[in-house]
């Protein structure tokens, strides 16, 4: 931001945008976008800023749902699993007479416990790299509206002479 801030107090505006596009950061491109509009009311550049912001965490968010789906949905696969796993097992026992075998019973249980397993396995998972990409993209935020301040503030510091 120091940069930025030195090439526009000398007047070099096109250097400033050439320095966001080399920077290539969602708070250079937010910045850029405000630069682009100097000169125009400051509810103007606010509100361009502001719309790049929300530009740029859209495409951080980008996969989100899906890390999210996946994180509620594969324990729920495992527990389908794991209820068709024991009807199976209980299948066969009400089918098996009077010749009940483990055997019989270990198809089912084998297969309720591995779904449940590898549901539990990739939905931890999941909910884990969700978060920490939550966390990452907040951090960016946070980064976002920080240079954001910066920025307005730099448009509103008296002219010095």
């Given amino acids: ?31 850029e976008k405000g630069i682009s509009r100097m000169g125009r009311p400051v509810a103007d550049v ?8 929300n530009i ?5 968010e980008n996969g989100f749902p899906v890390i999210a789906t996946v994180s509620g949905g594969a324990p729920m696969l495992g527990f389908l699993g794991t209820v068709t796993g024991m009807v199976r097992a209980f299948w066969e026992m ?25 549901g539990l396995i990739v939905g931890i998972a999941a909910m884990f790299a969700y978060n920490y990409l939550v966390v990452r993209v907040d951090k960016v935020v946070g ?7 910066d920025f307005m503030d730099l448009l509103n510091e008296p002219v010095q002479k």
């Fill in 56 to 60: 740029e965490v859209a495409k951080l």
């Fill in 46 to 53: 606010q509100a361009a800023i502001e719309n790049a912001g």
């Fill in 1 to 31: 931001m120091e940069r930025i801030r030195d090439y526009i107090r000398t007047g070099e505006v096109k250097s400033a945008i050439n320095y966001c596009r080399i920077t290539n950061t969602p708070s250079a491109r937010m910045i």
């Fill in 94 to 118: 009400a089918n098996a007479g009077n010749n009940i075998d483990i055997t019989l019973l270990s198809g089912g249980i084998y297969e309720a416990m591995i779904t449940t397993v590898g």
């Fill in 143 to 149: 980064q976002m509206e920080a240079r954001t301040m």
